[in-house]
């Protein structure tokens, strides 16, 4: 059994920053990528960052620059540093680990962000 706890998320302020981070536990292999991705209201789940074992990082245009996703294997634990946020960069933010020999995709609870003009 996989589990991945999101913590960090809440209200902020634009121009602020906030960081995220997601927990994982159970069997996971440690060939895997770890992501972020968010779900604002009536639009789709888009990819917001990942990174691979090897530290290799993938963004969104929407968040370069801006957003850092970072990793530490020791802990299973995958971050999200978002600076200069903005009320485009509010909606429900997943943690994701996708095995990449299997294949299975994990998902995390969801955290809310909201950012406030």
């Known amino acids: 059994q996989v589990q991945l706890v999101e913590s960090g998320g809440g209200l902020v302020q634009a121009g602020r920053s906030q960081r995220l981070s997601c927990a994982a536990s159970?069997?996971?292999?440690?060939?895997?990528?770890m992501g972020w991705y968010r779900q604002a209201p009536g639009k789709q789940r888009e990819l917001v960052a990942q990174?691979?074992?090897?530290?290799?990082?993938k963004y969104a245009d929407s968040v370069k620059g801006r957003f850092t996703i970072s990793r530490d294997n020791a802990k299973n634990t995958v971050y999200l540093q978002m600076n200069s946020l903005t009320p485009e960069d509010t909606a429900v933010y997943y943690c994701?680990?996708?095995?990449?020999?299997?294949?299975?995709?994990?998902w995390g609870q969801g955290t809310q962000v909201t950012v406030s003009s």
């Open positions: 990174i691979t074992g090897g530290s290799s990082t």
């Open positions: 994701n680990v996708r095995a990449l020999i299997s294949g299975l995709n994990y």
């Open positions: 159970g069997s996971i292999s440690s060939l895997n990528v």
